[in-house]
């Protein structure tokens, strides 16, 4: 085993590189190769830097003679050594993806144009031997055979993508295109644009500086690992220091292990090569499924997870239990080796408690057969043959099913498909064949249950989930017709109607009470989408596609919702100061918060148009601005009226509600209409206001543009979160301390501890992290507790990152990062129960400190 540092010139001294099969792809995004950027950038040419272990792995030289790319040739007859990278390929990916796009952007430089591109030199290295030291060499005396000296094994997709596309070594060859390869796309588009701002600011010599940094400063701690060293464990271990891995791609890994456990009297060389390509080939086709539309990556880990709850009888298990059935239960290398059995044994297996059952006290009692090829190769098989379906359930135009299955599939996924997804990919996925009217009642049926108990009643996200997922297993199998769910759904539905019509009233009271009406309701947009939906179907368009309309209807400018008071909030034009006159400022906001006066803009409408007189926003004078009149079919029908008044907007409130009615299959009461759309005051006597002359002098205020008060669907994400946390916070007594402070529509949750110097908080970071800190106010405060740093620390039990604050700020950041996916709904509990954990540990750690101080 050696373990020196080397440069990357060392490093590439008679080596072959593969990433083998077992790893993923390049998996470094901007941010990374930002940071790569940054660091050789400001790296001293005269000094080293430390760029961290690379822990290869050797490959026999029979071994290498039985790939199937042109590598022997050059471990015959020049004396090279190839390697496994175990831990590294993201940064010698890097480099080798850097290294080349500086030989491509120097050799084009008009400089060397006349030149011979042989005699072309960078430093006191021509780069013919540059790329022949570092990027390929050709076999002599033909040059016919060409072998990368870093690449992937032939069968990963990405190989030939590297060649092509990165290397411009052009084959003509068909090339899979996933999420990886586009990774590696954008690197040498980064790198590119990066080489051309030095070259533009330094010329040449900047480019030699860079080239001398790259290869002879970057320092590596090479480690190589031996035959006898478990590297499947080693591979898990090391990268799960970096960019961390999904769960797909660490099962991977564990699946081809095992393979290496079997018995070879039992299970010879022959049926495990077979076996690690079958699994090859299922993740081959899972990668392609998740990466096929380039513009929306499909999460690996929600696939592993939905397959589990479709291929495994765990429904009564929520959250990461899947995590621990596949890595601890079901393939568990013991298994190979013995049976064994779980009686009573609470810290062997994870509860979970979701709205049927408690598990808290209920007894496992498990007999686990011995794991066989066979279960590995069905498994595999099945995840391969799923991926499919687990694709069509987010794009359903891409397969073939009528255009009322394709429509349907689109609006659960407009909606918000919820847990319902594994119901869908089954239902897509059944091995029974059913027609596609069976089909669209079953989605009619899902898409109802979540707009009456979600959207209206606001229930738990988790309501009902295992019955469903259980329902999943029986679809897929054959057990259950699809009518029969579908009959099952809407009798849930009925069931609690009641209780989700109530929920929905008060819920639409409290949006009122903040000012912000229907305004308010993060569905809004579905539901006005149906409305418009149902007019243009009515209307007859020829030809209507749903996911275009859905497209067109919800074109967005600035990330900004389309959707439109028609009685401004705060009507400063003479026609609403008219029209309006007998209502006070509080009776306006109402009214231009309630349903009828809501309108979705098909297109974008300019923000000076918005206290316009209503004449104007049907048929506007300028010729330069859309009106109503030229909008979508709701615009179309609010403009045959010839004025607005708040009898317009009742009307139309309860047209929509109506419509809501039909359409869900809801009843409301006359009480409850009245509840919903609160303006039922505009038929009380009032005392008649004369009317206000045009020249009359009106004072005018300045308006806020209505885009400045319209929220974005990630600030109602925060505001649900925050709200489930006050909520949970409550039920568990902490409301008092933690959960004080009402919900905002912000990424951070102020905690007020001590106002004289600091206070706590919680923030949601992007989308994929949770922070607990500490905000102090005064650089003395902050550098007396950094001078304590060591105790804070080991009272709260985690470092701390104390430098997350600009360098001139007066105040100060402390703060604690928790990686977790933070919309999941099903994993609130964790993300609350966390929370609550680390306030009570940093508490303490102040509190302790301040009495020692």
């Not at 989700?500 to 000012?515: I, M």
Request: glycine share 4%.
């Amino acid at each position: 085993m050696s373990n020196n540092l080397q440069s990357l010139s060392d490093l590439f001294q008679n080596r072959l590189f593969r990433i083998p099969d077992y790893q993923r792809g390049y998996a470094w995004k901007r941010e990374q190769l930002e940071d790569f950027w940054e660091d050789l950038i400001n790296l001293h040419e005269d000094r080293y830097h430390y760029t961290g272990l690379l822990s290869l792995k050797p490959v026999n030289r029979n071994v290498v003679k039985e790939w199937h790319g042109n590598e022997f040739w050059l471990v015959e007859e020049k004396g090279f050594k190839a390697y496994h990278i175990v831990d590294g390929q993201q940064r010698l990916t890097t480099f080798s993806i850097l290294l080349n796009e500086l030989l491509l952007f120097t050799s084009s430089l008009p400089d060397y144009q006349a030149n011979d591109r042989n005699n072309i030199c960078l430093g006191n290295e021509y780069l013919k031997d540059i790329k022949t030291k570092y990027i390929l060499q050709n076999k002599p005396p033909e040059n016919i055979v060409t072998t990368y000296l870093f690449d992937y094994e032939t069968d990963n997709p990405s190989a030939e993508y590297l060649k092509n596309k990165v290397f411009n070594d052009f084959d003509g060859k068909t090339l899979e295109e996933s999420y990886y390869t586009r990774n590696l796309k954008d690197a040498k588009l980064f790198f590119a644009d990066n080489l051309k701002r030095i070259y533009e600011n330094e010329g040449i010599k900047g480019l030699k500086i860079l080239y001398k940094k790259l290869t002879q400063k970057l320092m590596f701690n090479i480690h190589e690992i031996q035959d006898n060293y478990d590297v499947f464990v080693a591979f898990e271990t090391m990268n799960n220091r970096g960019k961390k891995l999904t769960n797909l791609e660490l099962l991977k890994n564990r699946l081809i292990y095992l393979t290496t456990l079997f018995d070879d009297s039992k299970f010879d060389a022959y049926d495990k090569d077979q076996l690690r390509k079958n699994i090859n080939d299922a993740w081959k086709e899972v990668y392609h499924q998740l990466g096929r539309n380039k513009n929306a990556l499909l999460s690996d880990d929600e696939f592993l997870r939905a397959h589990w709850i479709i291929y495994f009888d765990n429904s009564s298990k929520g959250g990461d239990a899947y995590i621990q059935f596949l890595f601890k239960e079901e393939f568990d290398k013991t298994r190979i080796f013995k049976e064994q059995s779980v009686t009573n044994e609470t810290d062997s297996v994870i509860f979970y408690q979701d709205e049927d059952k408690d598990l808290k006290d209920m007894t496992i009692h498990k007999k686990s057969s011995k794991l066989k090829p066979s279960d590995i190769n069905k498994y595999v098989d099945s995840l391969k043959s799923m991926a499919k379906y687990w694709y069509y359930s987010f794009f359903p135009d891409d397969v073939e099913l009528t255009k009322d299955e394709k429509d349907w599939v689109n609006k659960l996924n407009y909606i918000g498909i919820a847990h319902f997804r594994p119901l869908v990919i089954a239902t897509l996925a059944t091995k029974n064949k059913t027609s596609a009217e069976e089909k669209i009642t079953l989605f009619k049926a899902i898409e109802r249950f979540i707009f009456v108990s979600f959207r209206l009643g606001g229930f738990q996200s988790n309501y009902q989930n295992s019955v469903y997922y259980k329902k999943s297993r029986d679809i897929f199998s054959g057990n259950v017709s699809l009518v029969s769910v579908a009959s099952d759904l809407n009798n849930t539905v009925d069931r609690v109607m009641s209780e989700a019509l109530t929920n929905f009233v008060s819920r639409t009271k409290r949006r009122f009470d903040s000012g912000e009406g229907f305004y308010g309701w993060r569905d809004l947009k579905y539901f006005l989408f149906e409305y418009e939906y149902e007019k243009a179907v009515k209307n007859k368009i020829d030809k209507l596609n749903e996911k275009e309309y859905w497209g067109y209807f919800t074109r967005e400018v600035k990330d900004k919702i389309s959707i439109e008071h028609i009685l401004p909030q705060k009507p400063d034009n003479l026609y609403w100061k008219n029209t309006y006159r007998m209502f006070n400022d509080y009776g306006i906001l109402m009214l231009s918060a309630s349903l009828g006066n809501l309108l979705p803009l098909s297109q974008s409408i300019n923000s000076s148009l918005q206290n316009d007189s209503f004449q104007e926003k049907k048929n506007p004078s300028s010729k330069r601005h859309r009106g109503y009149i030229n909008g979508s079919h709701s615009e179309i029908e609010v403009a045959q009226e010839t004025d607005w008044t708040a009898q317009h907007i009742l009307k139309r409130g309860l047209l929509m509600l109506d419509f809501m009615e039909y359409r869900w299959s809801i009843k409301f009461t006359e009480n409850q209409k009245n509840e919903l759309l609160l303006i039922d005051f505009i038929n009380d006597e009032r005392e008649d206001i004369p009317e206000i002359e045009e020249t009359e002098s009106i004072q005018p205020s300045i308006i806020q543009p209505e885009s400045i008060r319209e929220l974005s669907d990630r600030h109602f994400r925060y505001f649900k979160f925050w709200s489930k946390f006050i909520e949970y916070c409550k039920i568990n007594g902490r409301g008092y301390d933690i959960a004080s402070r009402k919900a905002k529509h912000d990424h951070r949750y102020i905690v007020k501890k001590d106002k004289n110097i600091y206070h706590l908080f919680f923030e949601l970071y992007r989308q994929n992290e949770i922070r607990i800190g500490i905000y102090v106010y005064q650089q003395d405060d902050f550098e007396r507790l950094e001078s304590q740093k060591r105790e804070l620390e080991e009272v709260y039990g985690s470092p701390l990152d104390w430098n997350v604050s600009r360098e001139k700020s007066t105040a100060k950041r402390i703060i604690h990062s928790y990686n977790a996916d933070i919309y999941n709904h099903d994993l609130y509990e964790f993300h609350f129960n966390w929370m609550i954990a680390q306030f009570d540990k940093l508490c303490l750690a102040l509190d302790t400190v301040g009495k020692h101080s």
